[in-house]
T-cell receptor
């Protein structure tokens, strides 16, 4: 998806392993978001960053940490992965600065075994 | 009860049919209403958004909002096989410095040639 790049696209982890999901946007927006998408649950907000240097918890933050490295990059870290964190993770930023509606990355499909 | 309810489908229609996708919501605070389209293994992409009650048209797509009934719809005219995707409704309001967005779980649509 134009403007938001996520890496990696796929990952398999063993329970207890750690990993960092990377997100970068080239739209020069202040706010960035991390969501997870699970069948029957919809998209749920994990963490968001309203601007460089600030981060806040969303609806489901437990087990995750984030870093807003600079205006472009917002990473999501799983310190000790659990099977319940098996999901598809999406990073997003506003489609237009200051307005509602997001542009999403193409997602990271994570399986924890 | 979920804040946003959406029939998961799947919905299967012949090419050329009119498709109606719907969501209901319970939170009167929602101000903005959006529809996203998500192709398999891709991130959601914003299709339409609206603020007020009434209809908004964009090509073959019409978004309808009825705030009094807490009900939103997306109509697709002359449906095409390329419309086959999962459609997510989303609603938001401004709270605590950011747009609080709640997504529906999505309706999977298949348009049969």
């Amino acid at each position: 998806n134009a403007g938001v790049t996520q890496t990696p696209k796929f990952q398999v982890l063993k329970t207890g392993q750690s990993m960092t999901l990377q997100c970068a946007q080239d739209m020069n927006h202040n706010s960035m978001y991390w969501y997870r998408q699970d069948p029957g649950m919809g998209l749920r907000l994990i963490y968001y960053s309203a601007s460089e240097g600030t981060t806040d918890k969303g609806e489901v933050p437990n087990g995750y940490n984030v870093s807003r490295l600079n205006k472009r990059e917002f990473s999501l870290r799983l310190e000790s992965a659990a099977p319940s964190q098996t999901s598809v993770y999406f990073c997003a930023t506003p489609l237009v600065a200051g307005a509602y509606g997001y542009t999403f990355g193409s997602g990271t499909r994570l399986t924890v075994v | 009860q979920k804040e946003v309810e959406q029939d998961p489908g799947p919905l299967s229609v012949p090419e050329g049919a009119i498709v109606s996708l719907n969501c209901t919501y319970s939170n009167s605070a929602f101000q903005y209403f959006m529809w996203y389209r998500q192709y398999s293994r891709k991130g959601p992409e914003l299709l339409m958004y609206t603020y007020s009650s009434g209809n908004k048209e964009d090509g073959r797509f019409t978004a309808q909002v009825d705030k009094s009934s807490k009900y939103i719809s997306l109509f697709i005219r002359d449906s095409q096989p390329s419309d086959s995707a999962t459609y997510l409704c989303a609603m938001s309001f401004y709270s605590g410095g950011y747009q609080k967005v709640t997504f529906g779980t999505g309706t999977k649509l298949q348009v049969i040639p």
